[in-house]
């Protein structure tokens, strides 16, 4: 039997030489299409906003929104006909999506492309109908997974998708530049993006609140931006400096500050899968970045995971990660037992968006700016918030769709979080174990010595909290079938704690 080729390989072979109009040698499809087919959702939405030819045909006249409808990819298929896909394009045999979507059984997607206009009338050329499809259901592709490489992918597109980055590279460094949060207006009007399917397409692409301030999702591909928002990330994080009173170790917080927070980090990890908020006032013709927070632009989208891996698809981490991996080089240790958290399928509560990057300028802080930050993106970018009380969208931006925040979140956290509307996720904690092939890096206290594990876990008080008090909030995604296993875990002096959740349910 013929191996399949490594298009994963071969797009970005290709893309690092010719672009983004590639074509791939089997079948002749764009990379766009080869991403909607095989299930690689985030590529294909960074290829999508990078201005992809949505309507490519493939060898045998398939687009990408054929394709999705044909495997069933939803939440593509939804996106695609947001950004104007034409629907009822035939392929060689004469089937549409719709009439694909029909013949799969995939409903959702047929009821989006009804609600969009698909036309009902179309034949194929074997004389099937929307009305009489046939039913053939059809087992979904799924491309090889390798995370690295997908990043990669990512990174490269990305590189495409902004052309007010210019050709210029954003480097790794640690910005503690405080002036850095100061950007000219006019760059910060720029760089407000605008949604192709928003209701209100003629509106500003901002939300101007009171006392001369702003709200709207930037591109963070926009030097200027990239590096006010990583002076905000590496200012704040240099709090959390063991030998400043914090908990991590200096090593941690200069290895994030530098790979994850940097100028870098910000344009080019955490643009692709998230809605940068930013939360400006102005000052004469500069904008004064007051906070940040990113939020998951799909309800199913995680951030980060363990380390190794940013911009995931909750739905199909069994697919993309690789839990068998080894720990380094030796097979016999591996990468995942260094951890105890919740099993993938109950990892992420559902219907929730994913925060991160969540901080007030230190000059800003205790003005309530973090509480005025959430209230205004639920009052003027959380869709059913606005829908039940009557009212329209208001910008030309995106709306969140889903029922409110979730975080992960180191655990001195917890009590500010909780301050802000945040309540938490009972059971869902995350541990780092201790082997002594895989030691813990040591937690200094100011005075530089040791802190424990066993002390290091009785700081966030979590066995207290659970024999004294009940969950609260959306009772359905709280694991209390963990919860006995949290504790246990706490009392075990070759476990830390490592990440608590929190959720944020929307009024």
């Known amino acids: 039997m013929a191996q399949r080729p490594d298009k994963l390989a071969e797009v970005f072979e290709k893309l690092q030489r010719d672009g983004i109009e590639l074509r791939l040698a089997e079948r002749d499809e764009t990379p766009l299409l080869w991403a909607v087919s095989e299930g690689y959702h985030d590529v294909a939405v960074t290829l999508i906003e990078a201005g992809a030819e949505l309507d490519a045909q493939n060898v045998d006249g398939n687009t990408p929104l054929i394709r999705a409808a ?288 969540f901080v007030v300028a230190k000059e800003q802080r205790g003005q309530k700016i973090s509480r005025l930050l959430l209230d205004s993106i639920v009052e003027h970018y959380a869709r059913d918030h606005i829908v039940a009380r009557g009212r329209s969208v208001g910008h030309s931006q995106h709306v969140l769709c889903g029922r409110g925040f979730w975080q992960i979140g180191d655990p001195p956290w917890l009590p500010r979080m909780e301050k802000l509307g945040f309540y938490l996720r009972w059971g869902a904690e995350s541990f780092f174990r201790e082997h002594d092939w895989a030691p813990l890096p040591s937690v200094v206290d100011a005075r530089g010595e040791r802190v424990s594990n066993l002390a290091f876990n009785e700081r966030s008080g979590l066995v207290s909290r659970y024999s004294s008090s009940s969950p609260s909030g959306n009772l359905a995604e709280h694991l209390l079938d963990r919860v006995p296993e949290v504790v246990r875990m706490s009392k075990d002096p070759r476990a830390k704690l490592q990440y608590f959740q929190a959720m944020f349910d929307f009024p």
């Open 70 to 357: 044909c495997e069933g990819r939803t939440e593509l298929a939804s996106v695609l006909i947001k950004v104007g896909a034409k629907l009822d394009v035939q392929n060689n045999d004469g089937y549409s999506a719709l009439i694909l979507a029909q013949r799969r059984g995939h409903h959702e997607i047929v009821e989006r492309l009804l609600d969009a206009g698909a036309d009902r009338t179309l034949v194929t050329d074997f004389g099937t109908t929307y009305d009489d499809p046939g039913y053939s259901p059809k087992t979904s592709l799924t491309g090889r997974r390798d995370a690295g490489l997908e990043a990669k992918i990512i990174d490269a597109i990305t590189r495409w998708r902004d052309g007010r980055m210019q050709g210029r590279t954003l480097e790794k460094y640690v910005n503690l530049e405080e002036r850095d949060r100061f950007v000219p207006t006019s760059v910060l009007r720029e760089a407000y993006v605008r949604y192709a399917g928003s209701s209100a397409p003629t509106l500003p692409n901002f939300v101007t609140l009171d006392d001369g301030m702003e709200l709207g999702i930037v591109s963070g591909a926009v030097p200027q931006i990239a590096r006010a928002i990583s002076s905000l990330l590496c200012r704040s994080l240099e709090d959390a400096r063991d030998d400043r009173g914090g908990h991590l170790p200096v090593e941690v917080v200069r290895r994030v500050q530098l790979e994850i927070i940097s100028p870098h980090g910000v344009a080019h990890i955490w643009g692709v899968t998230g809605h940068r908020f930013v939360l400006s006032r102005r000052v004469g013709e500069q904008s004064e970045i007051l906070a940040t927070i990113l939020v998951g632009r799909s309800k199913d989208t995680v951030f980060f995971f363990t380390g190794r891996y940013n911009n995931l698809r909750h739905s199909t981490i069994d697919e993309t990660v690789d839990f068998d991996q080894p720990d380094r080089d030796d097979p016999k240790h591996k990468w995942f037992d260094r951890f105890w958290f919740p099993d993938v399928v109950r990892f992420k509560p559902r219907g929730y968006h994913h925060i991160a990057n």
